[in-house]
């Protein structure tokens, strides 16, 4: 062909990959790897944007001001890391409209683990301890992904992120220590929260429809299965140090291997969730609808005054 | 209406005095005040910043991925541009 | 003296508090992202604000309270935030009207308490009057951006002003607290402000379009704990918890 590039750009993207070096929204990149990212990053993005509203239920209720304002400002950084990811998203060519119409009409997923209600001040505790947990684990394995704007937006989360987990223990530390009924709310929320968020890292690593290509695209740098062993050898320490207890009897130091042994997820409920079954699915969709639609008269006028002003401006100079 | 959707506009943040305005995100806005306060609202939640710079994204124009080889390649040849290339004795501290 | 005093802080507190509670609820449910992101940051200002207020209200009081003991364990008449403070949030012009009308109330009365006798009031005041003045900043231009935008947003932003005007004389009607206060040279008598307000909102309303309304209803009461229903449900959320488990820890 005669517009062929000096060099095959196939050839190119895969050395770039293989080098580790970070492909930039300008290169060329072959329409799965970009399709696979958009997938990723919205989805990601749309976690971040429910994720809001079941810590969000509990906003106005917080048992004291400085929780009040901890809780606010944390589920105000979730509204941020959608933003970024939003943003990264967008270097692929697709649009936040676009984003938000998939998301709404339900054609897009995001994390099942939002599905779950909020029922008590401890599962603001146990989603900041152990679903921003298992997020954080699975965000610092990105930060090496291959597609630039995705690890920059992921270091960024990172580094804010790391006052969610540590607020959220705090929460469930406070509640372990305080009255039996506080203790009781604690291990209630454990309970209830645990197995939701072991399914967060999803299907076994055999199972996972996009893992082997997103891996060899380095799109994704751990399996999934890894990163669930890392979480649960991680959070098994922090909950009998607060003497709370996992609900699952398999849970078992592994001499051999040098990890906890656990049991197996329900893959039933994972599915049931997934499609929509879940106790919050059609609550969380219809809050980010209702938002959507009854903040258009707010996007139109913006628009509106813009217009105007742009024009009053021309006015003026002519 | 003219135009359906909030634009796109890129943010620049200079963190320190001294420092250069580093690229930092984007986000959505109607017109450049509001971008300026949406940056200020999202991107120095964390003390991040002493001050912001907010661009039409549209208004950025770029370099491409074709450009590249042309663009770029031509320099790496050019070794006698950095200081090392030169020999001189290292006591006479030039 | 001492009553007076810790009277007008905490009251101060109550509106930072109850508004920060109001703006609070907008957390995930904005227009666009972008806003759910912005008025958070102003939410997280008034709760700032509310307990650096109520943790100098009580150790004025000197009964041994802090900060959480006067927002959580107080019942509502004890509460004594303009009743404007209190409204449901309403639609996202009914929100950002009001937050306007009193972004320049706070912002005057805080730059005039910068030079309180009270040293620590003086120095919540610098902090408020910097929040103040962006607050103000963004909730000016919200108003004339819905006030100029479309003829659907020019209605309900008049229809929130018009609304909301009934509240206003609340502002600048002090009570004897207010009196001793300002002669004490540690608060600013409201009646003082007034002027200035007036003149600045109504600026503001011409640029937005925006009629300003007569003066032909007022309510008051929120000095003197006497709400509209439904500040009681406001802190039946905000204080169920602690309720619930009395005497824990959180």
């Known amino acids: ?318 | 209406m003219s135009s359906k959707h909030l634009p796109l506009w890129e943010v620049f943040i200079r963190s320190r005095r001294g420092l250069d305005h580093k690229h930092i995100g984007s986000l959505h806005a109607a017109d450049p005040e509001q971008a300026l306060q949406a940056a200020r609202d999202t991107y120095t939640r964390r003390q991040e910043g002493v001050s912001i710079w907010v661009v039409r994204s549209s208004d950025i124009h770029a370099s491409q991925f074709e450009d590249e080889a042309a663009f770029f390649d031509p320099a790496a040849d050019k070794i006698y541009r950095h200081p090392t290339f030169y020999d001189v004795p290292e006591e006479l501290k030039l | ?250």
């Open chain 3, 1 to 250: 003296m001492n009553a007076a005093h810790y009277e007008y802080v905490r009251r101060l507190g109550d509106n930072a508090l109850v508004l920060g509670q109001r703006l609070s609820e907008w957390c995930g449910h904005s227009p666009f992202l972008e806003e759910d992101i912005a008025m958070a940051n102003t939410a997280l200002d008034l709760i700032g604000r509310a307990r650096m207020l109520y943790t100098h209200a009580a150790a004025l009081e000197g009964r041994g309270r802090d900060e959480d003991a006067l927002a959580y364990g107080r019942d509502e008449r004890e509460f004594g935030n303009f009743l404007m403070c209190e409204l449901p949030k309403g639609d996202y012009a009914f929100t950002l009207v009001r937050q306007y009308l009193l972004d320049v109330y706070h912002h005057r009365l805080f730059t005039a308490l910068t030079t309180s006798r009270d040293e620590t009031l003086a120095a919540i005041a610098a902090k408020a009057v910097k929040e103040a003045a962006y607050h103000l900043r963004r909730s000016g231009d919200w108003v004339v951006r819905l006030g100029d935008g479309t003829d659907e947003s020019r209605d309900r932003c008049q229809a929130a002003l018009d609304e909301l005007w009934g509240y206003t004389d609340e502002l600048f009607a002090g009570d004897a607290v207010d009196a001793a206060m300002a002669e004490a040279g540690i608060g600013v008598a409201p009646a003082s402000l007034a002027e200035g307000w007036r003149a600045e909102v109504e600026a503001l309303f011409d640029r937005a379009q925006l009629a300003l309304p007569r003066d032909d209803w007022q309510a008051s009461g929120g000095r003197a704990g006497l709400h509209t229903e439904h500040m009681g449900r406001l802190l039946a959320e905000l204080q169920f918890v602690p309720r619930a488990y009395p005497g824990a820890r959180w």
């Open chain 1, 1 to 318: 062909m005669a517009d062929q590039p000096l060099t095959d750009p196939l050839a190119r993207f895969e050395r770039t990959i293989a080098a580790e070096e970070k492909i930039e929204p300008r290169d060329w990149m072959p329409d799965k790897y970009r399709q696979n990212l958009i997938r990723q990053i919205s989805q990601h993005a749309h976690s971040e944007v429910v994720g809001q509203l079941p810590e969000g239920n509990w906003i106005t209720r917080a048992p004291s001001l400085r929780r009040k304002a901890i809780l606010l400002a944390k589920v105000q950084d979730e509204a941020g890391h959608g933003l970024y990811l939003y943003s990264a998203a967008e270097t692929l060519g697709v649009s936040r409209e676009q984003m938000l119409d998939d998301l709404l009409s339900g054609k897009a997923k995001y994390a099942s683990i939002f599905n779950y209600p909020t029922l008590s001040w401890a599962d603001v505790g146990a989603i900041g301890w152990l679903v921003d947990g298992a997020a954080i684990v699975n965000q610092i394995s990105l930060c090496r992904t291959s597609y630039g704007p995705y690890a920059r937006a992921m270091v960024r989360i990172c580094k804010e992120e790391s006052f969610h987990q540590r607020q959220g223990f705090e929460i469930m530390q406070t509640l372990a220590a305080g009255t039996p009924e506080q203790k009781a709310m604690a291990q209630d929320a454990l309970d209830r929260w645990w197995w939701p968020t072991l399914m967060m890292f999803g299907p076994h690593d055999a199972e996972s429809a996009h893992s082997q290509q997103s891996m060899q695209w380095k799109i994704k740098r751990q399996s999934n299965d890894e990163l669930r062993q890392k979480f649960v050898d991680q959070t098994a320490l922090q909950a009998a140090h607060i003497g709370l207890v996992i609900p699952d009897p398999e849970l078992k130091w592994n001499e051999a291997r040098g990890h906890y042994d656990f049991g197996e997820i329900d893959w039933e409920e994972f599915n049931r969730v997934l499609n929509g079954h879940g106790p919050c699915n059609r609550a969380r969709l219809a809050a980010r609808r209702k938002a959507h639609e009854d903040g258009q008269w707010v996007r139109d006028a913006m628009m509106a005054h813009a217009d105007k002003e742009a024009a009053r401006a021309r006015g003026v100079a002519a």
